[in-house]
């Protein structure tokens, strides 16, 4: 068991920016891989970025350049957002890859609302 909790979540304009962190505890010597997805009201989830146990990560290309994911030794996870646009105003979730018992499972944080003004 995994559990997420995200916060840092606001109101900026466009051209700023924004630092959301997620806070993990329980069973996190499990965890595989963490990632950030978001949702916007009547779309689809999508994925942000992920960092796997080895530091590595990778960025959907709308976010490229301007977002930067990182982990901590702890396996908190941090979303450093620059140069802000109003599409990505969206409710960004924290998500935890585990495996253990030779099966995987996803955990989910509640979601922090991001709204980027024009």
């Known amino acids: 068991q995994v559990q997420l909790v995200e916060s840092g979540g606001g109101t900026v304009q466009a051209g700023g920016s924004l630092r959301l962190s997620c806070a993990a505890s329980?069973?996190?010597?499990?965890?595989?891989?963490m990632a950030w997805y978001r949702q916007a009201p009547g779309k689809q989830r999508e994925l942000v970025a992920t960092?796997?146990?080895?530091?590595?990560t990778n960025y959907a290309d709308s976010v490229k350049g301007r977002f930067t994911t990182s982990r901590d030794n702890a396996k908190n996870m941090y979303l450093q957002m620059t140069s802000l646009k109003p599409e990505d105003t969206a409710v960004y979730y924290c998500?935890?890859?585990?495996?253990?018992?030779?099966?995987?499972?996803?955990?989910w944080g509640q979601g922090t609302q991001v709204t980027v003004s024009s």
């Open positions: 960092v796997t146990n080895g530091g590595r």
């Open positions: 998500n935890a890859l585990t495996f253990v018992l030779g099966a995987s499972s996803d955990y």
């Open positions: 329980g069973s996190i010597d499990n965890i595989i891989l």
